[in-house]
């Protein structure tokens, strides 16, 4: 069965400085995978995704994942946070035909001033 | 162009009602899927439908239905409701079913039950 861990339930950082949220995933075979943000009453929007291409992924407002297989790891960094990344960010995975996105538990982003 | 559209953006419902909720895809997606999001926890999948047909369908007891109309919008239903039931319910386009067709979601419909 595919599953999708976030490593951290809440992470805090300083502005401007880089921000790290963790993704590990499990899965007979590569499936593409997404990160995703939700602020605060809003639906979730792409932030970026990885179908098996570079796997090193750029996505809107600096952020960027590595796709590692070796470690079945895609991880979230961003060079440095501003205050509006605070929100909540969801590591999403999709291996099969049905559309069926497997979320993770989802990690919120402080920013501090 | 218009996103996703969901509506309404809250209900409040008592235990045993009904209740449909909507949503309009974007202008061209053919696939809609639902998703319930418990407060504190990810999104869930209930449900996606293309051309009008069920494509797949999540843990989630007969009391959920949905259905997908010709212009591609679609309702969720839930019958006698439950006070588990009280989530965000959100509704997701894409153009089609295949794994790399990212889904756009709509801000969804914040759903209570009393």
């Known amino acids: 069965a595919q599953s999708v861990t976030q490593l951290d339930s809440h992470v805090s950082v300083s502005e401007g400085t880089p921000v790290l949220l963790r993704c590990n995933y499990s899965s007979s075979y590569s499936p593409s995978l997404f990160w995703y943000v939700q602020h605060p009453n809003k639906g979730l929007q792409l932030l970026l995704k990885?179908?098996?291409?570079?796997?090193l992924v750029k996505g809107i407002n600096g952020f960027e994942a590595e796709f590692k297989k070796s470690e079945t790891s895609f991880h979230l960094t961003k060079p440095s946070a501003h205050m509006s990344d605070a929100a909540e960010y969801f590591c999403v995975a999709n291996s099969g035909n049905t559309g069926k996105l497997i979320f993770g538990q989802g990690t919120t982003l402080q920013v501090k001033p | 162009d218009a996103g996703v559209t969901q509506s309404p953006t809250h209900l409040i419902k008592t235990r045993g009602q009904h209740v449909t909720l909507r949503c309009s895809p974007i202008?061209?997606?053919?696939?809609v899927s639902w998703y319930q999001q418990v407060l504190g926890q990810g999104p869930q999948f209930i449900f996606q439908?293309?051309?009008?047909?069920?494509?797949g369908r999540g843990n989630f007891p007969d009391r959920f239905s949905a259905r997908q109309f010709p212009n591609y919008s679609s309702e969720l239903n839930v019958n006698a409701l439950l006070l588990g039931d009280s989530a965000l319910y959100l509704c997701?386009?894409?153009?089609?079913?295949?794994?790399?067709?990212?889904?756009?979601f709509g801000n969804g419909t914040r759903l209570t039950v009393t």
């Open positions: 997701a386009s894409s153009f089609s079913t295949g794994s790399n067709s990212p889904l756009h």
């Open positions: 439908y293309y051309e009008k047909e069920e494509r």
């Open positions: 990885y179908t098996s291409a570079a796997t």
């Open positions: 202008s061209g997606h053919k696939s």
